[in-house]
């Protein structure tokens, strides 16, 4: 299926061209997963970022719900050439033969709010002293142990810690950091004051087998500790 998306407003379309853009940065052949409602208001793109164990959301609000729902994969490059930013629209491309991931998403409700997580500074903060961990502990190998088996079990064991009082890996919060999902938000100010902005606020949600953290600007699932493929309300859907 092709056809053009009016989206809300250019924001929206750039906000859609900057995770696209992200993910293309990630891995060169990206495919999405997208996904309307027949009357819903908006499209949810789902991606997965290379190495991060993660799927990615983003929501692009539309101008006006669709007469059909749209589900269908296609290429994440393609998908970004296909955003005008100005004109607030996209052209969905011809459907791409996806990665499996494409087939298991998350579900599409029960979500309970999940406490314990950090508030978002604070989990700003866990991932750049981790990142800052990481390359210290990179920098000390000595040359003969400095190979790429070694630096991903020191990844996977900074990554693999959780996140406060939850299950949520420190991964998850890497990957929504990367993709754009942790950046301040700019609150409205009078005319002639000077910007301002807050941390995007973070909240955890459980379904199943999933977790999801969640900001205003998109979301991150990830299976939680010990979820089986097909269990714990992992979902497969056509594609």
Known sequence: MSGQLRLADSGEAADLAAF??????????????LQAAAGGGALAVFGRPPSFEVLAVRAA??????????????SAGELLEAVDESGAAVTVPGPVTGPPWTGV????????????LPAAEAVRAAVAAAVAEFRARDEALPPQHRTRSERDRIGREIWSRTLGDTELPLRAAHAAQSLGFLRPVRTPVPAGAPDASAPAPVALFASGGWLRL????GSVATRRPGALAGLGGIQVRPV
């Open 105 to 116: 998403l998350p579900p599409r409700g029960g979500w309970s709010p999940v406490p314990g």
């Open 214 to 217: 969640s900001t205003p600007y």
């Open 20 to 33: 696209l853009g992200r993910l293309v940065h990630y891995d060169r052949a990206a495919a999405v997963r």
């Open 61 to 74: 609000r539309l101008a006006e719900p669709l007469a059909a729902p749209l589900d269908v994969t296609v």
